[in-house]
């Protein structure tokens, strides 16, 4: 078993930028065990004067649509310039399918072995907090450690993109040329939450199909309501294989960053999303304690059928309910 | 003071389709005393067999899209094909404003003196549920009231719209002619959540610029993500002054409902939105019974406050709390 390790020596390792001690860190928080819980809610309030200083993207996009290896070819571009990359992958699937991201990271090649990247799947099912509330904590912990740029990524076709959108300052959505058909895996709602659309594979005979598919997604996005910010997502096109675009892919958050910092709209957008967190946890902690009742689960479960059933109606069911609170 | 009504009372007018008694229960639904709430929930169970066979359209557009006189036409044209029609309006406003919808009746001229219409502006703020909460429930009993169209109009500016589709079977976003400026009021994610777009005052000069609108706004549609339940959206032109297009969109809606029938989504949406409601429910009525405990409402503020200037984390926080729960 290895040496316990105490909050001073998770943020003097941290403060050093350690990957064993990041490492440590992250499965700390992930853990269900009540006295790690304990440990890991002080560790986060301990590093937040650490914390804030990274830009949060988040990616999503059908699979087969390139993830990994878009993320591979970004991530050595943005660590060419002398950034530190951290990428977290959600599978809301994974604890089903185990590992399939795991599968992921042998495909980014350069940047899984690159000293100034680290990259992690991230615990997703059952959490209090949804999917995505461990990885916003291994957010923080990340910067903490010295990461500038944090990639979470997600399978563009279940509920974790709206969670990314959630912990994120830049939501990259990743799309196939060839338009209509491709759509079929994405949510819809997805497409109004991007702040920029890149088209991948625009390489070899492609190059012109992704080109007119640029067109059209620029067009269609400018027939979607605007941005309370006032930022015009953009479309771009690139090859991971090629390495082509992915500057311009970089350019595009840093304009946003820019703009989204100038307006004082990146501020207010992490503190929303904090308030959020926090609304969504304590709605979660009140359902566990209710549930805990002994009975009442039952109850809830049983007026659930009812509703569906049409027997009886949500505010009635509601009404039963209350008095046993 | 009048006669004070009881459930058989209230069963036997709404059978017997009386405006009266279904003014009378609407008022008692939205009642926030106590024993009417009480009378409102066993009303409500009392009559769901008699309610489910109605369309529920949601309306919404921006201030000036021309609402009031798309649904005067459109209310007039079903009656015209022997429908009862019943239009209740949300204004997320009112309770400062008061009565800016109660305008839009005196511009429902024909609509709002005609046998066979209903119309009634939805107490909207404060209540457990949020704004549609007793929108949902006055749809229930203008159903059993032998209403067969209820028309839910909002203005699709500010969060109702979300909420409106939460208990509509289609949702239909009105839409000035002129691409790109007139969407800044609307807010992200409608155009995402209509089942069918109508572009407003087609008429005069205005004709060339609807339909070039309608060929924009349909190739945008098409870059949207589908709809799960495989409808594609469409559309139409229409004018409310000359009553042209009328008939296409309620053709428009009623290919909708005959799809989404045969499809059997149409029964597994509303049996959703029942028990998302219910969750709502549920959830604010476990905030009101926490927020009523002494001091803990005053130290969640207090927490949102430290969550806002970065001095504690989400997750921190709620800790804090579950302790008093």
Same mark, same amino acid.
């Given at each position: 078993?290895?040496?316990?390790?105490?909050?001073?020596?998770?943020?003097?390792?941290?403060?050093?930028?350690?990957?064993?001690?990041?490492?440590?860190?992250?499965?700390?928080?992930?853990?269900?065990?009540?006295?790690?819980?304990?440990?890991?809610?002080?560790?986060?309030?301990?590093?937040?004067?650490?914390?804030?200083?990274?830009?949060?993207?988040?990616?999503?996009?059908?699979?087969?649509?390139?993830?990994?290896?878009?993320?591979?070819?970004?991530?050595?571009?943005?660590?060419?310039?002398?950034?530190?990359?951290?990428?977290?992958? *959600?599978? #809301? =699937?994974?604890?089903?399918?185990?590992?399939?991201?795991?599968?992921? +990271? !042998? @495909?980014?090649?350069? %940047?899984?072995?690159?000293?100034?990247?680290? *990259?992690? #799947? =991230?615990?997703?099912?059952?959490?209090?907090?949804?999917?995505?509330? +461990? !990885? @916003?904590?291994?957010? %923080?912990?990340?910067?903490?450690?010295?990461?500038?740029?944090?990639?979470?990524?997600?399978?563009?076709?279940?509920?974790?993109?709206?969670?990314?959108?959630?912990?994120?300052?830049?939501?990259?959505?990743?799309?196939?040329?060839?338009?209509?058909?491709?759509?079929?895996?994405?949510?819809?709602?997805?497409?109004?939450?991007?702040?920029?659309?890149?088209?991948?594979?625009?390489?070899?005979?492609?190059?012109?199909?992704?080109?007119?598919?640029?067109?059209?997604?620029?067009?269609?996005?400018?027939?979607?309501?605007?941005?309370?910010?006032?930022?015009?997502?953009?479309?771009?096109?690139?090859?991971?294989?090629?390495?082509?675009?992915?500057?311009?892919?970089?350019?595009?958050?840093?304009?946003?960053?820019?703009?989204?910092?100038?307006?004082?709209?990146?501020?207010?957008?992490?503190?929303?999303?904090?308030?959020?967190?926090?609304?969504?946890?304590?709605?979660?902690?009140?359902?566990?304690?209710?549930?805990?009742?002994?009975?009442?689960?039952?109850?809830?479960?049983?007026?659930?059928?009812?509703?569906?059933?049409?027997?009886?109606?949500?505010?009635?069911?509601?009404?039963?309910?209350?008095?046993?609170?």
């Amino acid at each position: 078993m290895r040496h316990k390790l105490h909050i001073p020596d998770y943020i003097a390792g941290l403060k050093q930028g350690s990957i064993a001690t990041l490492s440590r860190a992250i499965t700390l928080i992930e853990s269900t065990r009540a006295e790690h819980q304990q440990l890991a809610a002080e560790l986060i309030d301990a590093i937040l004067p650490l914390t804030g200083n990274a830009v949060r993207i988040g990616i999503t996009g059908v699979p087969g649509v390139g993830k990994s290896t878009f993320i591979e070819s970004f991530g050595m571009h943005l660590i060419g310039k002398g950034k530190k990359v951290a990428v977290l992958a *959600i599978d #809301p =699937s994974s604890s089903i399918s185990k590992g399939s991201i795991l599968g992921d +990271k !042998t @495909r980014m090649e350069q %940047l899984s072995v690159h000293p100034s990247a680290f *990259i992690r #799947p =991230s615990a997703a099912s059952g959490s209090l907090g949804g999917v995505t509330y +461990k !990885t @916003r904590e291994a957010t %923080l912990l990340c910067e903490a450690a010295g990461f500038d740029t944090i990639i979470i990524e997600t399978v563009g076709v279940g509920q974790s993109e709206t969670e990314v959108s959630h912990i994120t300052d830049f939501f990259l959505l990743l799309m196939l040329a060839g338009a209509g058909d491709e759509l079929q895996g994405i949510k819809r709602g997805i497409m109004e939450m991007a702040d920029g659309l890149v088209i991948t594979k625009a390489d070899g005979q492609n190059i012109d199909k992704a080109k007119m598919a640029r067109g059209e997604y620029a067009r269609a996005l400018h027939f979607l309501p605007p941005h309370p910010s006032g930022w015009i997502p953009e479309v771009k096109i690139c090859s991971s294989y090629e390495h082509s675009g992915i500057a311009e892919v970089d350019a595009m958050i840093e304009k946003y960053i820019q703009h989204q910092t100038a307006n004082h709209y990146l501020v207010q957008k992490r503190k929303e999303q904090n308030l959020f967190a926090f609304q969504r946890l304590l709605n979660e902690q009140l359902r566990q304690v209710l549930f805990s009742r002994p009975g009442l689960k039952e109850q809830i479960l049983q007026l659930e059928q009812d509703i569906s059933a049409g027997h009886t109606s949500p505010y009635s069911a509601v009404r039963k309910v209350s008095g046993l609170i």
